[in-house]
């Protein structure tokens, strides 16, 4: 329950008669009505107003909930006042109105929090508001909005001015503060609303006739309870708010807790936290002799192009404590990266319709979307084999974009068309024995850590150089490790999700 659902449960607590005790002395609200009664027959015997019809009875089916015995269900027409603005040709045009002024013309735009706002206010002149043959505001009216945003209301604070076509004005027949106190808080409850509901005859825009207005139901206490209740209000109110602060920190937390688990689970992982280690499944050492091994057998086959050893990993460098069965290697020393043709190597207008002299250019939306059908750009066979060889890739070839929306990584699938990267993407061709899974959570997290650092601008637009790419540290456990590294990822990371949908 957020903090407006607490107060509209308080408030309807209010009208139901349970958020204060009744007490015999303080009367009921029969001989409030008859009080009220006795006003307005008095009101219109000295023509101060005109007689109405009067308002049918209320029906016992009508009724939406109990009420304490000492209250009464009465009609907002038989204990309010409901006045019209002057809709007339009196009307002021827009071209008579200015904001500057001393008599307010009030249009709901202006009501804000139950009371009238002086921001964007326009004063209608004295002899415009002088012809107007209703709708002259009082000091403590209700303003009560009819048309357009039905409901909305508040308490006028000024001493004159007069109403928009869209609103009315709600006066008590007897002069007392209280019924305007509670009143207000009547037209904040889930009851008002319903009663709007019923009655709304809007089509294209919501429109609730007064004629309407004066049938709706209100559950009437006495005097003072409405006293009571009101005070009762007012005590708890700067409670709900306290609540609702507390409410929203806590609604905050619980909507970073997914993401944030999330980034600790990840962390984790890369600090040999997460699982245990195992001494039969040996160490990274023996797998760097692997990874080494098969890296001067692609030179040895001419697959893979000699390169300049990259420096030794100096202590200063080291962001943290790994396992004694793991070690700190370099991004570079890994795998073999490729960016997409740059520039002029590659433009649209070398583009042509795929066919079977043509080769697909895969794009960033391909890695971005994982989905390689995506796209519709290919380049000739001939024109592949004399400049773009290089920048072809295969199955388990991973593609990363890396301009704009950086990091986002993809395996090549065994069923795929043979085709090249763009410039926005780069391919990855990670050495054997490296579970592909266990790379790619460590380089996500690399990347997003290493490439802040590198950027420019406060957001990463580019993927770095390679020379800082390359030098990234990846901790790297032994093979077995690294794949129940993977395997409980993914079942904190289910987790992660379920909480973000709860």
Same mark, same amino acid.
């Given at each position: =329950?957020n903090?407006?659902?607490?107060? &509209? ?10 958020? +204060? #005790?009744q007490?015999?002395?303080e ?5 409030? @009505?008859?009080?009220?009664?006795a006003?307005k027959?008095r009101l ?8 109405e ?10 009724i ?7 209250w #009464?269900?009465v009609?907002?027409?038989?204990i309010?006042?409901?006045i ?7 009307y002021?045009?827009?071209n008579q ?14 009501i804000d929090?139950? /009371? ?7 004063? +209608?002149?004295e002899?415009?508001?002088?012809l ?25 604070p ?9 609103? +009315? ?9 209280? $019924? ?5 808080v009547?037209l ?14 809007g089509?294209a825009q ?10 709706f @139901?209100?559950?009437?206490p006495?005097l ?8 009762k209000i007012?005590? @708890?109110?700067?409670?709900v ?9 806590? /609604?905050?937390l ?6 944030a %688990? ?8 890369m600090?040999g936290?997460?699982?245990?280690q195992?001494?039969?499944?040996? /160490?990274?050492?023996e ?13 040895? #086959?001419?697959? @893979?192009k ?21 070690e700190?290697?370099?991004l ?6 490729k ?10 207008? =070398?583009?042509?319709p ?14 971005i ?18 400049? %773009? ?8 070839d ?12 993809y !395996?090549m699938?065994?069923? %795929?068309e043979?085709?090249? !990267?763009?410039?926005?993407? =780069?391919? =990855?061709?990670? *050495?054997?024995p490296?579970f592909?899974?266990? *790379? ?10 290493n ?6 601008g ?12 390359? &030098? *990234? ?6 093979l ?12 904190l $990371? ?9």
């Amino acid at each position: =329950m957020n903090a407006q659902q607490l107060k &509209n449960s308080i408030l309807q607590r209010a009208i139901e008669g349970k958020l +204060v #005790e009744q007490r015999e002395e303080e009367g009921t609200a029969a001989e409030l @009505l008859r009080e009220i009664k006795a006003e307005k027959a008095r009101l219109v015997k000295e023509g101060k107003l005109k007689k109405e019809k009067p308002l049918r009875s209320i029906k016992a089916e009508e009724i939406p909930f109990e009420i304490p015995e000492s209250w #009464e269900w009465v009609r907002i027409g038989d204990i309010i006042q409901i006045i019209n603005g002057d809709r007339g040709k009196n009307y002021p045009a827009k071209n008579q109105l200015s904001h500057t002024g001393n008599i307010p013309f009030i249009s709901a735009v202006n009501i804000d929090n139950g /009371t009238i706002s002086e921001d964007n206010l326009l004063y +209608v002149s004295e002899e415009r508001y002088q012809l107007l043959r209703s709708g002259h505001l009082h000091y403590g009216d209700l303003i009560l909005c009819i048309r357009g945003s039905l409901g909305k209301n508040g308490r006028y604070p000024f001493q004159k001015g007069a109403i928009a076509s869209s609103l +009315v004005i709600l006066r008590s027949y007897i002069e007392e503060e209280l $019924l305007y106190v509670y009143l207000g808080v009547y037209l904040n409850t889930g009851l008002f609303v319903s009663e709007i509901r019923r009655y709304d005859n809007g089509t294209a825009q919501p429109n609730l006739g007064a004629r309407d207005l004066a049938k709706f @139901l209100v559950p009437l206490p006495p005097l003072a309870e409405q006293k009571r209740i009101v005070a009762k209000i007012e005590e @708890l109110l700067p409670h709900v708010e306290q609540y609702g602060k507390a409410h929203d920190e806590l /609604t905050a937390l619980n909507e970073k807790f997914p993401d944030a %688990m999330k980034k600790s689970v990840l962390q984790y992982a890369m600090e040999g936290k997460l699982v245990e280690q195992r001494e039969e499944e040996g /160490t990274a050492k023996e797998l760097l002799a692997a990874i080494k091994a098969e890296k001067a057998r692609l030179v040895v #086959e001419g697959k @893979l192009k000699k390169e300049k050893p990259l420096r030794s990993i100096t202590a200063e460098e080291i962001p943290f404590e790994i396992p004694e069965s793991w070690e700190w290697v370099r991004l570079g020393e890994l795998g073999n990266y490729k960016k997409g043709p740059f520039g002029s190597a590659l433009t649209k207008s =070398m583009f042509v319709p795929k066919s079977n002299q043509s080769i697909k250019v895969y794009e960033q939306k391909n890695a971005i979307q994982k989905d390689i059908s995506l796209g519709n750009y290919y380049i000739t066979k001939k024109y592949f084999e004399e400049k %773009m060889r290089g920048f072809e890739v295969f199955p388990d070839d991973i593609i990363v974009s890396c301009a704009g929306t950086i990091g986002e990584t993809y !395996i090549m699938p065994h069923q %795929m068309e043979q085709g090249i !990267i763009n410039q926005a993407l =780069m391919r =990855m061709r990670i *050495f054997s024995p490296i579970f592909k899974p266990y *790379f790619l959570v460590c380089f996500e997290i690399l990347l997003k850590q290493n490439a802040l650092k590198t950027s420019k601008g406060s957001a990463i637009k580019n993927i770095p150089p390679f020379e800082i790419l390359k &030098n *990234f540290l990846v901790p790297l456990p032994p093979l077995a490790e690294q794949k129940r590294i993977v395997a409980k990822i993914e079942e904190l $990371l289910a987790c992660c999700g379920a909480l973000e949908k709860a």
